[in-house]
């Protein structure tokens, strides 16, 4: 279904309006979004699999990262390589227990079971972007706390344009 969505849009655009459509929740735990994504990157691409990927990130952040009354903030950005188009997308949260870490990925791993977490946010969005675009993700430790992913994607999945 995702292959049939493949279209030009402008990225940074397409995450505010991702971001817009998360407010409430953003505003309940007081979270600050910034998008440092240049206004010129347009990709050929499917604009659906980025709407799931940003989507279980943010919720990720929000479900598990954040505390109501704390500075929170999440970090978008991109990188432009000749040969690579890495998306980096940090939190200020609490972070993650060693021990969770190797299992983040796995399908129904959550720490908030009984609490609405169904285990397969960051799973899902592992397999949307190792198989259906070719790419690579990579939990990254944020100091001094919080959580980031760096998410490299192959250039023949992704046609990147400056517009």
Do not use: C, M, W
Request: charged share 20%.
């Amino acid at each position: 279904q995702h292959l049939e969505d493949r279209r030009e849009f402008n990225l940074k655009q397409y995450v505010d309006s991702i971001i817009v459509s998360f407010q409430a929740p953003l505003n309940a735990k007081q979270v600050k979004v910034i998008n440092h994504i240049n206004d010129s990157i347009v990709l050929d691409s499917y604009p659906g699999i980025f709407s799931q990927i940003f989507s279980n990130l943010i919720l990720n952040s929000i479900k598990h990262g954040f505390e109501v009354g704390e500075d929170n903030v999440i970090n978008i950005s991109i990188e432009e390589l000749t040969d690579q188009f890495i998306l980096n997308y940090q939190d200020n949260g609490k972070g993650i227990s060693i021990e969770n870490e190797k299992k983040i990925f796995d399908p129904f791993f959550t720490t908030k079971r009984g609490q609405g977490g169904s285990g397969l946010g960051l799973h899902i969005i592992y397999n949307l972007i190792t198989q259906q675009l070719g790419g690579t993700l990579k939990l990254l430790k944020v100091t001094p706390h919080g959580l980031g992913f760096t998410i490299t994607f192959d250039p023949s999945i992704i046609k990147v344009k400056h517009g």
